[in-house]
């Protein structure tokens, strides 16, 4: 739970005390003190670390939140998209294929290079208000073109990238754009 949200509940959990303290126990100053001073304290905590609303966030030169990535999109070999995942309220995804046994996020059974991926070939995490790709000892490896330079750059395996929207991962030959 975020902070200022917690906050905000003891804040009225001590204004309930306060409450009840004054109307059935006029004789416990002392509760009437202390619950009167907790409110007071987390009220005001509670107000000044609460999150600011999504339309408060940064927005970058073409108008886009500066939220970071929202979706991982399957492209194909002339760049249209062919599927999405999205990846709001997520912190990890497991990339491969999906072959029963096991469990993927990202399946990438069906794509024309899917016999070169691995059953668990990466993994995308959330961490820190960043996402990060992590090869997972695939045998093709992993590759991450930056929006800015458009080089890739091939991961080595448990060596987390930071990643961005813009930026395609390629797991094998299969091309992942981050949006």
Same mark, same amino acid.
């Given at each position: 739970?975020?902070?200022?949200?917690?906050?905000?509940?003891i804040a009225c959990v001590s204004l309930?005390?306060?409450? #009840?303290? +004054?109307?059935? $126990?006029?004789?416990?100053?002392?509760?009437l003190i202390a619950s009167g001073i907790c409110f007071c304290v987390f009220l005001?905590?509670?107000i000044l670390?609460?999150?600011?609303? #999504?339309? +408060?966030?940064? $927005?970058?030169?073409?108008?886009?939140?500066a939220i970071g990535a929202r979706q991982l999109v399957l492209l194909s070999e002339k760049n249209t998209e062919l599927t999405s995942w999205d990846l709001f309220d997520r912190i990890s995804l497991i990339i491969g294929r999906d072959v029963g046994e096991n469990h993927v996020d990202i399946n990438l059974s069906d794509v024309t290079y899917g016999s070169f991926i691995d059953i668990e070939h990466a993994v995308l995490n959330y961490a820190g208000e960043q996402w990060y790709i992590e090869d997972l000892h695939s045998q093709n490896g992993v590759r991450v073109e930056k929006k800015?330079?458009?080089?890739?750059?091939?991961?080595?395996?448990?060596?987390?990238?930071?990643?961005?929207?813009?930026?395609?991962?390629?797991?094998?030959?299969?091309?992942?754009?981050?949006r």
């Open positions: 739970m975020k902070r200022g949200l917690m906050d905000l509940i309930s005390v306060f409450i #009840l303290a +004054f109307f059935y $126990m006029q004789e416990a100053l002392w509760l005001t905590l509670g670390t609460r999150d600011k609303p #999504l339309y +408060f966030k940064k $927005m970058d030169m073409q108008g886009n939140s800015g330079d458009r080089q890739q750059y091939r991961l080595a395996s448990d060596k987390p990238c930071k990643v961005e929207s813009g930026d395609v991962i390629y797991i094998a030959q299969t091309k992942l754009l981050l």
